[in-house]
C-alpha cells in the first residue's frame, strides 16, 4: 500500500513540473513567434525539455523514496507515533514493535479509508502556470507590434550600404560573383583647384574631364573582372590583392557595369551604374553699365560714357577682352577698324570674399572702364560696335562667351535718325529664341525636377527668373517700362533717360508708349486739331516746359529743336508727346506690334516672380502667353514687311503674246510621307506603349523584341544625356529592364512608372488627325438611300 | 373582434355563413338537451368548443383579414463612410452601401438592422406605406422598387467634389481629352482643381468655387489605355479629393483626301505636308493651265490609275472620302463633272468648298445647283477674327487657346440661314464654316482665309485642330459596329449594373429587321444574339473571363444587350464577335460626390413626381391558416371524446 500511495505521490509530482514545462514552452514560443514560427516552436520544445529535464533532477523529486515517504508520514501524522517505518518492517521486530506495528497498521488502514493520507500527497499547482499564461497571452497580444518593430529594423539594416559578415560569407559562398564594396575617387580636372573626392556610390556625378578611379571588392576575387562602359569595349579591372581597379575619365554622360571572365566568355554582372558628367559652364556677362544697348551722343555733346559688366564664372576667368569696332563713313563706303582692349587691374572689383584669382582674373567681379569717344579716334557721325569677350580657365580648351554688343552712335547734326520709325522687333532677335528658350528650359525643369535635389531645382528656376528679367528689359526699354531703377524711375520715365543729360531720339521713343496710352485714354486725336492750334500748342509748350507734365498734344514739327535744346527739356517733351510726322503717332491698337509687346512684358513680369520663388509651374503659363503675345507682335509686324514676288524670266518677243500653251506640261509626283519624322519620339512612344500593356500583365516576361526596343531606347536616351544629364538614369533604367528582362527589379519598385513618366514627358504633343467620321445612326443606308431617291433633288 | 372585416362579396361567402352558423346553432341545441343534467358550466365549456369549431371552419372558408397593427412607417440611412448613425431603434435599417466598411462591433450590434439592398426593408415590414431616407438618396432602378411608397429624404451634407462629370472615355489619337464638370462643396473657399497626366504633370487647373462649372484640357500623346488624375485641393495645397479619369486613345483610320484647286496655293501645300506627315493618303490635283494639271499623292500604296482630267468622275470619287475644292476651281467643271460631283455627295462624299476670297456674290450665283442653294450672300468686309472656334454640333471648343484668321463671315448665328448648320462659329457670333447635308454626304463652305499662317508661325497644333475639325465632320461616314456600355450612374462603378451593348453593322447583317416588313418581338426578345466575354486586367487578381449574353433590344433589332455587374475594380476588355473595347471599372468609393448628387437627385424628383392616390390601399392581415386547423382539431377532439365517455352517463 506503502508503494502505491508512494507512486500516486511522484506521479502528482511529476504531472506539476509538466505543468510548468508546458506552461513555460507557451510563454517562450508566444515571447518568440513574432520573430520566426520555426524559431519559436523549436525554442518551445527546448523549454519543455530543458524544465522537464530540471525538474526530474532536482533533490526534491529524486529524494522521494519510500523511506522519506514513511518519515513523511511520521512528520504529518502524530497519530503513527513516529512508527510509520514499522509498516515496511517485516522480520526480526520485538514484540513491543510488533504490537505498535499492528496498532500502526490499524491507524494505517483507519486513514487509508478516511482519506486522511491522501492529504500528504502533493498538491497540484496551478498559481504558476496561471501566471505563465497571462504573459503568455500579454506576449501573443503584443506579438504584432513586436513584429512590425522587427520589420522596420530589419528593412532598415538591409538598406544600409554595410553589409553584415554574415552577407558577406553568403556572398563568398555564391557561385555568381557579387560587388562586396567598393570606393570611387574622382580627382578633378586641375583647373578647377578642387581637391579630389571619394564616393561611396556607383552612380558617379564628375566634372567633364574628371579622372575616375574605381576600387572594387567582389565575392569571388579568384575570377577575372572587366570594366565596360557604353560605347566602349570591356576593360580588364586591375588587381591589387583582393580588390580590383579601374580607371575612366568623365568625358561624357555614359552607363558601365562589371563584367567576369567564365569560361573564355564575358559574364556580365547584375547592376547597371551611371556617369553622369557635370559641364563646366561657360562665363556668365551681364552688362550693368550702359543699361540700352543703343548709346547715342549729339555732335555738341561730351561722347563720353562708361562701360560695367559684371562676370561670372564656376571655375575662373582666363582672359577679358573688349572688342570695339568703329564704323566710318556711311553706304557703301562705311568701313570698319576693329580694336581689342583689355581691363587694368585697377578696373576689376572681385565681388566675393571667396572668388579665387587666376591669371589676374577673379571669379566673380565687376569690370568697369570709361570711354570717350574722341580717344578712340572717333568723329560725328561714326558708330562704335563694343562687346565683351571672356574665355573661362576651362582646359584643354577655353570658353569663350560674348556680351550683348553695345552700339554707340555719335550722332551728326544733319543725321539724327528718327530710328524708331516702327518698333523694331527684329533689333535683337535672339531674344524672340530666349523666351522660346526660357519655355524648353522651365519644361524641362518642370519633367526633371524629381530628379534634382532642392537647392539645385532653385538655382535653376533663379537662373532661368533672371534670363526672364533679362528678356522683360530688353524689350522694356523699347516700349518705355518701368523697372524702378536707375534714374528715369523716379519721373516715371523711360528707362535710360539720364536725367539733365541730352536725350538722344532713341531713348525719346521708349516713352511713346505712355504718351500714346494717354492719348488712348483721353480720348483724342491730334487729327482734331488744326495746325495753327499746333503752332500755338507749341509755343505754349515751349514757355511751360516741364511745368505741365499732362501736356500729350504738344507737336513739333522741327527735330532739329532737339538737338538745340540744350537743357534736354524738348526730349523730355517728346518723351511724353507724339509727333504727327512719325508712325508711332497712332494710338495703340489691338492691332498693334507694340501693344502685343507690352502685353508679352507684363506677363514675362509675372513669370520672372514664380521663377524667381522656384515656381517653374506657375510661371510656365506666364511664359507661354508671353510667347504668345510676341508671336501675335510679329504676325501684326508682317503688315509693314515689304513682300517680294515671284519675277518670272523675260519672255522673249517671239513667244509673247502667242497664246501657245504647248510648252507647258503635265506632271505627276508621287511621294511617301515620313510618318515618323522625328525617330526618337516614334521610339518613346512605342516603348511607352509597350511598358503600358505590360503593366497590366502579371509578372510580364518581356521577349526579345521587347529588349531591343528598351536597348535602343536606353541608347538614345544616353545620346540626349549629352544635353540633360537627368536622361542617364532613365537610360539606365531602361537598359536594367531589358537586362533583367522584366519590369520588375530588385530594390527599385517603380522604375517602370519613373521610365514611362519620363517618355511620357520627352514625346512631343501629336497633331490632331484627319479622320473618318464614325456614324451613329439607327436608320441604315439603304433605307436612307432609298428615301433620298424617293425625295429626288429635294434634298 | 369588432374590426373583422369578413368580406361579403358573394353569395357563396353569405351562403356558407348561414350553413355554419345554422350547424352550430343546431350542435348545441341537441348538446343542452342531450346533457340537460349536466352543470351549467359543463355545457357552457361545450357549447363554446362548437362555437370555436364552428368559427375555425368559418374562418378557414372565409379567409378573413386584419387591418395590420404592424408599424408602416420605416427609415432608411444610406450612411458614408463616417458618417453613421449611432443608434438604430425600432422601423430603422441602415443600408449598407459597397464603398461603407463597418467596424466589427457596430455589425454585431446591429446585424438585424443592417440591409444590404433597400428593398430588403420591404421584406422586414411588409405593411410599409412610407419611407424615410436620412442620407443621399437612392438610384432610379432602387426607387422603382418602392413606387407604391410615400417617400422623404433628410440629404446628408454636400461632399465636396465634382458632380456631372464628363469627358471622352474613347478618344482618337491627336484628339484633346475634355473633361467638365461642376464643382461641389458645402463651403463657399476656393479650391483649386487640377488635371493630372500620366507622367503625374499638371495638365490643365482651375479654381473653383461651390457651384462653379469648369473645363479642363489634356493632349494625350500616346495610344492605350491611360489614366488621367482630377486632383481637388483647398488653399492650404491640402488633397481633398483624388479621382482617376480613364480614357482610351485609339489610332484612327485617316480620311483619304482628294484637294482639288484651281492654282498652286499654300492653303493646299500645308494641308498636305500635315495630312501626309500623319500618314493619311492624300492626292492634290492643281490647275496650271485650261487643261493642263499637275498631281502630287502622297502615301498612296498604289498610285490613282486615272489622269489628272478624269479624277471628278463617279468611279474615282468613290475612293476617297472628302474633297477639298476651291470656289474658283468649280467654275472650270463642266456639266458631267457637277452631276458626278453631286452623285458623289449624295452617296456619302465629304465636300469642303474653300473659297479663301474666291467667291464673291457675283461667284455664287454661278456656282453649281447643289451648291448654290447654300443661299449665301457672303459679307464681303473680311475681318479679323479671333478664333476661339466653338464647334456648335457638340459645343465643345476646337482649340484650347484663341487663334487668330483672317475670315469673310458666312453670317452671324443670330440670323440663321435655314438649311445650314454653323460648324466653326466665332465668339462674336459668326460663322465661319457653315454645312449642310447632302444624301449621305455633307458639304462644308469655309471662308477661313490663309490658316496656313498657322503653321508658319509655330501654331502647326492649331493649324491641326481646325483641319481635323473640318475634315471629321465633313469626310464619309462609316457605320463601325460598336460596343456601348452604359449605367445609370454615368460612371462605371465596381458592383454597380452596367448594360453592355453591341450595335451590329446594317450592311454585314442583310436580313435586317429594320428592312423586314414584320418585326417578331416577342421573339427577337428571347433570342441570345451573341455572348460578350469580359476580361479582367488589373495586376491585384489573375486574369479573369466572364460571359455575358447579349440579347436583342426590343427597340432596336440590331443592337444586342446584357447586363454585367463588375466585381473588379481597374481596366477590363469587353469582347463581342471580334470586336473588343476597354473600359475601366472605378472602385466604388469613388466619385462621391457625383454619386450623392445622382442619388439625391433621383430620390428628389421620385418625391416631386410621386402620385399618392394611385397607391392608396388598406394593409390588411390575414389569419394563418395552421391557426384554424388546430382549433378544428382540438375542437373537434375534445368534442369527440365527450360524445364519446361522457354521453351515456
Redesign the interface.
Known amino acids: 500500500m506503502i508503494n502505491s500511495l508512494l507512486l500516486t505521490y511522484k506521479k502528482t509530482t511529476l504531472a506539476n513540473s509538466l505543468i510548468i514545462a508546458i506552461s513555460l514552452g507557451l510563454f517562450v514560443f508566444t515571447s518568440v513567434c513574432w520573430l520566426s514560427n520555426t524559431l519559436a516552436i523549436n525554442a518551445a520544445i527546448a523549454s519543455i525539455v530543458v524544465s522537464l529535464i530540471i525538474s526530474l533532477r532536482t533533490k526534491q523529486f529524486l529524494k522521494i523514496s519510500s523511506r522519506d515517504f514513511l518519515e513523511h508520514i511520521n512528520r504529518s501524522c502524530p497519530e503513527y507515533q513516529e512508527s510509520a517505518q514499522l509498516l515496511e518492517a517485516t522480520n526480526g521486530l520485538s514484540t513491543l514493535q510488533l504490537l505498535q506495528k499492528k496498532k500502526v497498521e490499524e491507524q494505517f488502514r483507519k486513514d487509508l479509508t478516511t482519506g486522511k493520507l491522501q492529504v500528504l500527497q502533493p498538491q497540484v499547482k496551478f498559481f504558476t502556470p496561471f501566471l505563465l499564461l497571462i504573459f503568455s497571452l500579454i506576449n501573443f497580444s503584443l506579438g504584432d507590434e513586436l513584429r512590425s518593430l522587427f520589420e522596420s529594423y530589419n528593412s532598415q539594416n538591409t538598406n544600409s550600404d554595410i553589409a553584415t559578415n554574415q552577407d558577406k560569407a553568403n556572398q563568398k559562398n555564391s557561385p555568381t560573383p557579387t560587388l562586396i564594396s567598393h570606393k570611387i575617387d574622382i580627382e578633378f580636372p586641375s583647373y578647377t583647384n578642387k581637391a579630389p573626392i571619394s564616393s561611396s556610390q556607383l552612380d558617379i556625378e564628375a566634372l567633364q574631364g574628371s579622372n575616375i578611379k574605381g576600387v572594387i571588392e567582389f565575392s569571388r576575387p579568384e575570377l577575372e573582372y572587366f570594366y565596360s562602359r557604353s560605347g566602349k569595349p570591356p576593360t580588364a579591372m586591375t588587381r591589387q590583392q583582393s580588390k580590383f581597379t579601374f580607371h575612366d575619365k568623365a568625358d561624357q554622360t555614359a552607363l558601365y557595369k562589371f563584367s567576369y571572365k567564365a569560361q573564355d566568355k564575358l559574364v556580365e554582372l547584375d547592376g547597371i551604374y551611371t556617369i553622369t558628367v557635370i559641364r563646366d559652364t561657360a562665363a556668365k556677362v551681364t552688362i550693368i553699365e550702359p543699361r540700352t544697348t543703343l548709346l547715342e551722343f549729339g555732335k555738341s555733346e561730351t561722347p563720353r560714357f562708361s562701360i560695367n559688366a559684371n562676370i561670372k564664372d564656376d571655375f575662373g576667368v582666363s582672359d577679358v577682352k573688349i572688342l570695339a569696332s568703329v564704323a566710318k563713313g556711311s553706304g557703301e563706303a562705311v568701313k570698319f577698324r576693329d580694336k581689342i582692349f583689355r581691363f587694368k587691374a585697377t578696373d576689376i572689383t572681385p565681388q566675393e570674399n571667396l572668388s579665387t584669382k587666376t591669371s589676374g582674373y577673379f571669379q566673380n567681379a565687376n569690370y568697369q572702364k570709361s570711354w570717350s569717344l574722341n580717344e578712340l579716334q572717333m568723329e560725328p557721325g561714326d558708330e562704335a560696335y563694343f562687346s565683351l569677350h571672356v574665355l573661362d580657365n576651362k582646359q584643354p580648351e577655353h570658353q569663350l562667351s560674348k556680351s550683348s554688343s553695345i552700339i554707340v552712335r555719335w550722332l551728326d547734326d544733319d543725321d539724327i535718325e528718327l530710328a524708331l520709325e516702327g518698333i523694331q522687333i527684329r533689333f535683337v532677335p535672339e531674344y524672340f529664341r530666349s523666351q522660346r528658350q526660357i519655355i524648353i528650359e522651365t519644361e524641362q525643369l518642370?519633367?526633371d525636377g524629381k530628379d534634382f535635389n532642392r537647392d539645385k531645382f532653385e538655382e535653376i528656376s533663379t537662373d532661368l527668373g533672371r534670363s526672364q528679367s533679362d528678356l522683360k528689359q530688353k524689350y522694356g526699354q523699347y516700349l518705355g517700362d518701368e523697372f524702378g531703377e536707375g534714374q528715369g524711375a523716379q519721373l516715371g520715365l523711360a528707362d535710360g533717360y539720364h536725367g539733365g543729360e541730352t536725350m538722344s531720339s532713341g531713348e525719346a521713343s521708349a516713352g511713346l508708349d505712355q504718351a500714346d496710352q494717354k492719348n488712348d485714354r483721353d480720348s483724342h486725336s491730334g487729327e482734331e486739331h488744326s495746325e495753327d492750334h499746333h503752332l500755338e500748342q507749341d509755343r505754349h509748350s515751349q514757355n511751360n516746359q516741364l511745368d505741365d507734365s499732362e501736356h500729350g498734344h504738344q507737336h513739333h514739327d522741327d527735330d532739329n529743336s532737339a538737338s538745340n535744346d540744350l537743357s534736354g527739356a524738348q526730349q523730355l517733351i517728346d518723351q511724353f508727346g507724339h509727333k504727327h510726322s512719325s508712325i508711332e503717332v497712332a494710338p495703340l491698337s489691338s492691332?498693334d506690334p507694340k501693344s502685343w509687346m507690352k502685353m508679352a512684358v507684363n506677363e514675362m513680369w509675372q513669370a520672372e516672380l514664380h521663377l524667381m520663388m522656384s515656381e517653374p509651374?506657375k510661371a510656365l503659363p506666364y511664359e507661354y502667353q508671353a510667347y504668345?503675345y510676341l508671336?501675335?507682335a510679329?504676325?501684326a509686324e508682317r503688315i509693314y514687311a515689304k513682300r517680294l514676288g515671284f519675277e518670272p524670266p523675260p519672255v522673249s518677243e517671239e513667244r509673247r503674246l502667242t497664246g501657245e500653251?504647248k510648252a507647258?506640261?503635265?506632271?505627276?509626283?508621287?511621294?511617301?510621307?515620313?510618318?515618323d519624322?522625328d525617330s526618337d519620339s516614334e521610339l518613346f512612344?512605342t516603348t511607352?506603349?509597350m511598358l503600358?500593356?505590360l503593366?497590366?500583365l502579371?509578372e510580364p516576361v518581356l521577349t526579345e523584341e521587347q529588349q531591343s526596343t528598351l536597348s535602343n531606347t536606353s541608347q538614345r536616351l544616353l545620346a540626349l544625356s549629352e544635353k540633360r544629364p537627368v536622361l542617364v538614369k532613365y537610360a539606365a533604367i531602361s537598359e536594367k529592364l531589358a537586362l533583367a528582362k522584366t519590369l520588375e527589379l530588385k530594390n527599385c519598385d517603380s522604375c517602370a512608372s519613373d521610365l514611362?513618366?519620363?517618355l511620357?514627358?520627352l514625346?512631343?504633343?501629336?497633331?490632331?488627325?484627319?479622320?473618318?467620321?464614325?456614324?451613329?445612326?439607327?436608320?441604315?443606308?439603304?433605307?436612307?438611300?432609298r428615301f433620298?431617291e424617293a425625295s429626288g433633288d429635294a434634298? | 373582434m369588432t374590426d373583422w372585416n369578413i368580406l361579403f362579396d358573394s353569395t357563396t361567402n353569405f351562403v356558407i355563413l348561414l350553413l355554419v352558423v345554422s350547424t352550430f346553432s343546431y350542435s348545441t341545441f341537441k348538446l343542452n338537451r342531450r346533457q340537460a343534467s349536466r352543470p351549467l358550466s359543463y355545457r357552457i365549456f361545450f357549447s363554446s368548443l362548437n362555437l370555436i369549431f364552428s368559427l375555425s371552419v368559418l374562418g378557414l372558408l372565409l379567409q378573413p383579414s386584419f387591418p395590420s397593427s404592424e408599424p408602416t412607417l420605416a427609415t432608411i440611412y444610406i450612411a458614408n463612410q463616417g458618417n453613421l448613425p449611432k443608434e438604430l431603434k425600432s422601423n430603422e435599417y441602415l443600408y449598407l452601401k459597397d464603398d461603407v466598411e463597418l467596424e466589427h462591433d457596430y455589425l454585431a450590434r446591429y446585424r438585424q438592422k443592417i440591409i444590404y439592398q433597400p428593398e430588403q426593408v420591404l421584406l422586414k415590414q411588409p405593411t410599409l406605406k412610407r419611407l424615410l431616407i436620412i442620407g443621399d438618396g437612392l438610384l432610379p432602378s432602387q426607387l422603382a422598387q418602392f413606387h407604391h411608397l410615400e417617400l422623404s429624404i433628410q440629404p446628408n451634407p454636400v461632399t465636396t467634389g465634382v458632380i456631372y462629370p464628363s469627358w471622352q472615355p474613347n478618344l482618337d489619337a491627336g484628339s484633346q481629352l475634355e473633361f467638365s464638370a461642376t464643382f461641389q462643396s458645402g463651403d463657399q473657399s476656393i479650391y483649386r482643381v487640377k488635371l493630372i497626366n500620366p507622367a503625374q504633370q499638371v495638365e490643365d487647373e482651375v479654381s473653383v468655387i461651390n457651384g462653379d462649372d469648369f473645363v479642363l484640357n489634356a493632349l494625350p500623346k500616346v495610344t492605350g489605355n491611360h489614366l488621367y488624375q482630377l486632383v481637388i485641393s483647398d488653399q492650404t495645397e491640402n488633397v481633398v479629393n483624388e479621382q482617376s479619369i480613364p480614357i482610351v486613345v485609339n489610332q484612327s483610320i485617316s480620311a483619304k483626301i482628294l484637294i482639288v484647286q484651281s492654282a498652286p496655293s499654300f492653303e493646299s501645300k500645308h494641308i498636305q505636308n500635315w495630312a501626309g506627315e500623319i500618314g493619311a493618303e492624300i492626292l492634290i490635283r492643281t490647275r496650271i493651265s485650261k487643261d493642263k494639271f499637275m498631281t502630287r499623292s502622297t502615301n498612296f500604296s498604289q498610285p490613282l490609275k486615272s489622269k489628272p482630267q478624269f479624277l471628278i468622275s463617279e468611279k474615282v470619287l468613290t475612293q476617297f472620302d472628302v474633297l477639298v475644292l476651291d470656289a474658283r476651281e468649280l467654275q472650270f467643271f463642266d456639266q458631267q463633272e457637277i452631276g458626278n460631283l453631286a452623285k458623289a455627295a449624295k452617296d456619302g462624299l465629304g465636300i469642303v468648298v474653300r473659297t479663301d476670297g474666291s467667291l464673291s456674290s457675283e461667284d455664287s450665283d454661278q456656282l453649281p445647283d447643289f451648291l448654290s442653294r447654300f443661299g449665301i450672300k457672303p459679307i464681303t468686309q473680311v475681318i479679323r477674327v479671333d478664333l476661339i472656334a466653338h464647334n456648335q454640333l457638340d459645343d465643345s471648343r476646337i482649340f484650347a487657346d484663341s487663334v487668330l484668321l483672317s475670315a469673310e463671315p458666312l453670317f452671324n448665328i443670330q440670323k440663321p440661314v435655314k438649311h445650314l448648320a454653323p460648324l466653326i462659329v466665332t465668339p462674336q457670333g459668326y460663322v465661319v464654316v457653315a454645312q449642310k447635308h447632302y444624301g449621305l454626304g455633307k458639304i462644308s463652305l469655309s471662308v477661313i482665309k490663309q490658316s496656313h499662317q498657322l503653321r508658319t508661325s509655330s501654331q502647326a497644333k492649331a493649324h491641326s485642330q481646325l483641319w481635323s475639325h473640318i475634315i471629321e465632320n465633313t469626310a464619309r461616314a462609316y457605320n463601325a459596329p460598336e460596343i456601348t456600355i452604359e449605367n445609370e450612374m454615368g460612371i462605371i462603378l465596381q458592383n454597380h449594373k452596367i448594360d453592355l451593348c453591341r450595335e451590329s453593322d446594317p450592311l454585314t447583317e442583310k436580313q435586317s429587321a429594320a428592312e423586314s416588313s414584320e418585326i417578331d418581338f416577342s421573339k427577337s426578345n428571347m433570342k441570345i444574339k451573341e455572348a460578350a466575354e469580359i476580361r479582367t486586367l488589373n495586376l491585384s487578381s489573375s486574369l479573369t473571363s466572364v460571359k455575358v449574353d447579349l440579347r436583342t433590344t426590343i427597340m432596336n433589332s440590331r443592337k444586342h444587350c446584357g447586363s454585367y455587374w463588375p466585381s473588379a475594380s481597374g481596366w477590363q476588355k469587353v469582347i463581342v464577335s471580334g470586336i473588343d473595347r476597354y473600359f475601366y471599372v472605378h472602385p466604388a468609393n469613388s466619385w462621391l460626390a457625383a454619386q450623392q448628387n445622382t442619388r439625391l437627385n433621383a430620390t428628389q424628383t421620385r418625391i416631386a413626381t410621386w402620385n399618392p392616390a394611385t397607391f392608396e390601399s388598406d394593409h390588411q392581415k390575414p389569419i394563418n391558416d395552421w391557426y384554424y386547423w388546430l382549433l378544428i382539431v382540438v375542437c373537434s377532439s375534445l368534442i369527440w371524446i365527450e360524445r364519446k365517455f361522457w354521453s351515456n352517463q
Open positions: 518642370i519633367a492691332k509651374v504668345k508671336k501675335l510679329r504676325q500653251l507647258i506640261l503635265e506632271y505627276d509626283l508621287v511621294q511617301v510621307d515620313s510618318t519624322s512612344r511607352y506603349q503600358n500593356k503593366e497590366a502579371r514611362k513618366a519620363k511620357w514627358q514625346i512631343p504633343t501629336p497633331l490632331s488627325r484627319p479622320m473618318r467620321a464614325n456614324k451613329r445612326s439607327n436608320i441604315n443606308d439603304g433605307l436612307r438611300k433620298i434634298l
